[in-house]
């Protein structure tokens, strides 16, 4: 029997000010406009499964490259009833410091990441600071005293992780970027991660420039797109839009939590 599952994104952090040069390969003029980013950690919950998506940074590792943290992404799920300590399943869509922290605050989760994930991040291409840049050594290093705990499940490619919850390898932004796609009230809804950054990454072909790959991100976002019931189900990774495209849970949430089960309040905007 499927799941159905209701999907929440947290804003936890911000980089503003930040220009849009760094949000994509061929900027558009003026390259230095002001551009934010927001950060989000997600969460899946059904009737029978509570899975985290994404774990956010830390003080440090945002603070150190300037990111603003409005509140610890993890406690942040208690703001929808999840307590971290009970979660047993967390899926690591990919391991830069701003979606692979924090997992020592799970005491009790798997983590769920793609084989090429691990061996990316443990391998011969962190010898390049360009690529290695956005990845903190003590995360990785936690990610595999779990693995040395059995706290670790591979995955490689796509796999369903419940009934109604799938994973789905993309590369690209790094070797083993994944998404997760869910069956809600609406149908598939995918949560991109930086499988799409923004809606304009997809929309201008126009890669964020954060990448191993730059051919396998623009296949990525192509299959985001796919999985998804319409372009209105992709829930891009930072891009601030979405907190006015979707409701808030409820009223002392707004601005924090939206529920992107739901259907959009608004199109997606063109950029
Ligand atoms: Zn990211």
């Not at 059904?46 to 992404?73: A, I, K, L, Q, Y």
């Not at 009790?108 to 390049?128: C, L, N, P, V, W």
Request: proline fraction near 8%; charge should be negative.
């Amino acid at each position: 029997m499927t799941d159905t599952y209701k999907l929440y994104a947290i804003k936890y952090g911000t980089h503003d000010p930040r220009p849009a040069s760094q949000n994509f390969m061929n900027p558009p003029d003026p390259h230095d406009a002001p551009y934010p980013i927001d950060y989000f950690v997600w969460a899946c919950v059904s009737e029978n499964h509570t899975v985290v998506v994404d774990t956010g940074f830390n003080e440090h590792s945002g603070g150190r490259r300037g990111r603003t943290m409005f509140r610890c992404p993890v406690d942040s799920l208690r703001l929808i009833g999840i307590d971290p300590d009970e979660v047993t399943d967390v899926v690591v869509t990919h391991m830069h410091y701003d979606h692979g922290g924090n997992f020592d605050k799970f005491p009790k989760a798997t983590f769920h990441i793609q084989d090429k994930e691990m061996s990316y991040i443990t391998g011969r291409y962190m010898r390049y600071p360009a690529l290695r840049n956005s990845f903190d050594a003590d995360d990785v290093c936690e990610l595999v005293r779990d693995l040395y705990k059995d706290r670790v499940e591979f995955h490689d490619g796509d796999d369903e992780l419940f009934p109604g919850l799938t994973l789905h390898h993309v590369g690209g932004h790094t070797q083993g970027m994944q998404f997760v796609r869910a069956w809600t009230e609406r149908g598939w809804v995918v949560l991109a991660s930086d499988a799409m950054h923004l809606f304009a990454n997809w929309q201008h072909k126009n890669p964020f420039p954060t990448v191993l790959h730059i051919g396998d991100m623009l296949e990525g976002h192509k299959k985001v797109v796919r999985l998804a019931e319409t372009p209105e189900h992709v829930i891009p990774g930072h891009d601030p839009q979405v907190l006015e495209m979707y409701p808030a849970p409820s009223k002392d949430l707004e601005g924090i939590v939206i529920q992107v089960d739901l259907p959009p309040l608004k199109p997606v905007p063109q950029a």
